[in-house]
């Protein structure tokens, strides 16, 4: 699996994190506790909390964030969990059920 090596600069808890997605090649995800481990907390709620507030899925591709399990977010903002499904197969992510991403073949370390 890809490491992924991340180093955000700037005080707004929000930026850090869209830093972060941003580096997220096509094909991979990441949790939202990998980000938060990523920019230097464990706030994982908080990072769902940025990317809900995001208003630009090109610039910054939040459906490449996932839950702990895999799970695909409930409350996606740009279409609901269907379209980002639709976005990760897009992407060729795999999928183990319905809503959930394979982690053991498309997360990124």
Same mark, same amino acid.
């Given at each position: 699996?890809?490491?992924?090596?991340?180093?955000?600069?700037? @005080?707004? &808890? &929000?930026?850090?994190?869209?830093?972060?997605?941003?580096?997220?090649?096509?094909?991979?995800?990441?949790?939202?506790?990998?980000?938060? @481990?990523?920019?230097?907390?464990? @706030?994982?709620?908080?990072?769902?909390?940025?990317?809900?507030?995001?208003?630009?899925?090109?610039?910054?591709?939040?459906?490449?964030?996932?839950?702990?399990?895999?799970?695909?977010?409930?409350?996606?903002?740009?279409?609901?969990?269907?379209?980002?499904?639709?976005?990760?197969?897009?992407?060729?992510?795999?999928?183990?059920?319905?809503?959930?991403?394979?982690?053991?073949?498309?997360?990124?370390?």
């Amino acid at each position: 699996m890809q490491k992924l090596k991340i180093q955000t600069k700037g @005080d707004n &808890f &929000f930026e850090r994190v869209y830093q972060v997605v941003r580096k997220i090649p096509a094909g991979r995800v990441m949790t939202y506790g990998q980000i938060a @481990d990523a920019i230097g907390t464990r @706030d994982a709620r908080r990072v769902g909390q940025a990317l809900h507030a995001n208003k630009n899925s090109s610039d910054v591709p939040c459906h490449r964030v996932v839950n702990k399990d895999g799970r695909l977010a409930p409350g996606y903002t740009f279409g609901g969990p269907n379209e980002q499904k639709s976005r990760l197969l897009s992407e060729e992510v795999k999928f183990i059920d319905e809503d959930h991403v394979d982690l053991s073949r498309s997360m990124l370390q």
